[in-house]
C-alpha cells in the first residue's frame, strides 16, 4: 500500500512540474525543436541560447499582457 501512495505521489508530482512548464513557457525550446522537424527536417536549427534570445528580442519589440 505505501509503494502504491509513493508511485501516486510521484505521478502526481511529474504532473503538476510538466503543467508548471507548460504555463511557465519553459518547453517553449522542445517545442520549437519538435515543431523545427516537422517543418524543416534539412535545416538546422537555432541553439537553445540564440532560441531564447531570439524570443526574447521578439517579446520585447511586440510587448503582450504578461507579468514582467
Not at 541553439?47 to 507579468?67: L, V
Amino acid at each position: 500500500m505505501a509503494t502504491r501512495t509513493l508511485h501516486g505521489l510521484a505521478s502526481a508530482g511529474r504532473n503538476i512540474l510538466w503543467f508548471l512548464r507548460g504555463v511557465l513557457g519553459e518547453d517553449a525550446y522542445q517545442h520549437y525543436l519538435a515543431h523545427h522537424a516537422r517543418v524543416h527536417p534539412h535545416a538546422e536549427p537555432l541553439s537553445e541560447r540564440a532560441f531564447w534570445k531570439d524570443k526574447m528580442d521578439w517579446e520585447d519589440r511586440n510587448p503582450q499582457g504578461r507579468c514582467c
